[in-house]
């Protein structure tokens, strides 16, 4: 079936760049997404992108996609301690059967 | 952006007892909505998907008699845990699909516990 994998911890330094990898094995996902979750709260949609972009930007988030290596990944520049959280990668195709990734989480150091 | 709540964020029962959740989609219509477990830092486990008027679809391994899942409303579902037992402790999160359809919006999330 259809696996998505990351990278279970991250930490970086403030002002730093993150980047969060992710793996997905399902070739016909049309859609793939980051989510942030916050502790004790629900999933936050962050960005998505379709899969026929290579790479998406929104303010200091930058996502970008490969679609031969099946790869995703999500930059956030100048990282702040609010940053700190849980991120989580997920594909589904055409918005049905969300499959997410285990979630990485990410540690911002003052 | 769609709002999405769930009510309550937080449940203590006891064992034996049945716990509602409810989920809502407070500006949007959400013909589908689901209901994702969460254990401790692991991933969202996909329980089930509601439909509007309709059954609700069970993932393998879930057992419908024990979540029952009623989707009265295009803003409204409801997850109930019947006969909690300790072993149910757990976050569950549901969702709404937007409008797109590509977007599924999340509520906070209910922490229960069964004592």
């Known amino acids: 079936g259809e696996d998505v994998e990351q990278s279970l911890f991250l930490s970086v330094r403030e002002g730093d760049s993150s980047v969060i990898n992710c793996t997905y094995t399902?070739?016909?996902?049309?859609?793939l997404y980051w989510y942030k979750q916050e502790p004790g709260a629900g999933l936050q949609l962050l960005t998505y992108?379709?899969?026929?972009?290579d790479m998406k930007q929104d303010q200091r988030l930058t996502v970008l996609l490969n679609k031969k290596d099946k790869h995703l990944s999500l930059r956030i520049a100048d990282t702040q301690t609010g940053d700190s959280a849980i991120y989580f990668c997920?594909?589904?195709?055409?918005?049905?059967?969300?499959?997410f990734g285990p979630g990485t989480r990410l540690s911002v150091l003052p | 952006g769609a709002v999405v709540s769930q009510h309550p964020s937080r449940v203590i029962c006891k064992s034996g007892t049945s716990v509602k959740i409810e989920c809502r989609s407070l500006?949007?219509?959400?013909?589908?909505m689901f209901w994702y477990r969460q254990f401790p830092k692991q991933s969202l486990m996909l329980m089930a998907t509601s439909n509007e008027g309709s059954k609700a679809t069970y993932e393998q391994g879930v057992e419908k008699d024990k979540f029952l899942i009623n989707h009265a409303s295009l803003t409204l579902s409801t997850l109930t845990v019947t006969s909690a037992h300790p072993e149910d402790s757990s976050f569950y999160i549901c969702s709404a699909q937007g409008l797109a359809h590509n977007e599924q919006f999340f509520g906070p999330g209910t922490r229960l516990t069964v004592l």
């Open positions: 399902d070739s016909s996902s049309t859609y």
């Open positions: 992108i379709f899969s026929n972009m």
């Open positions: 500006d949007f219509q959400a013909t589908t």
């Open positions: 997920a594909e589904s195709i055409g918005g049905q059967n969300f499959v």
